[in-house]
């Protein structure tokens, strides 16, 4: 598989990159990832230039979050009705929609990368259930950058060794090496938020 990605990456560059991006955003099974991978391995022999490469990919993946969201901005009252057709689909919506209720804005950040399965039914229901769209555009093109720069990253990296990163990458929920590289951030910016809250909770719980 990995050498018909190749062959598919060598023929249309940086097009298929932003295609493949886009499309598996919205829950089209294209393996997008491993897309990356060889874009990032391309980058590494010269083939293709790396901002190109990055670019592209975060355009096509923030375009197709971007149509997620209309969609469900303008078919939300049929997006339940069309999950309740499997319980797959069931399963992601309800998981979407609890992300967003406990999460907000945050949980778009990251569904992008963390729990990339998700990120086509939050985007979705982001839409629905009324996310304001500058809020919701901020954190997924943040989240999206992550997504991409991670797999490229690591293609290029890994190159001599594409056949056993991708079968890694292929194997696993998400992105485990993306997840570590921004970890540190995300563990910065929850404690944050939760600092940022709580000067108001001491004020609510002062003396009356």
Known sequence: MTDALFGLVADYGVWILAASCYLSCLLIPIPSSLLML????????????????????????????QTGFAFGRRFGPYLERFARRRPSRQRLYTQATDTLRKKGEIGVFFSTWLFAPLGPWVNMVAGATGLTWM??????????????????ALGYSFAG????????????????????????????LLKALNHKRAPNKSLDHGPH
């Open 38 to 65: 060889a874009g990032g391995a391309f980058v590494a022999s010269g083939d293709l230039d790396g901002g190109t490469a990055l670019a592209g990919a975060w355009l096509g993946a923030v375009l197709g979050d």
């Open 135 to 152: 809020r919701f555009a901020l954190w997924d093109a943040a989240g999206e950058a992550i997504w991409v720069c991670g797999y490229i």
């Open 161 to 188: 060794q594409l056949t056993l990163v991708s079968d890694l990458a292929s194997s696993i929920s998400g992105f485990l090496v993306a997840a570590l590289i921004a970890a540190a951030f995300g563990w910065a």
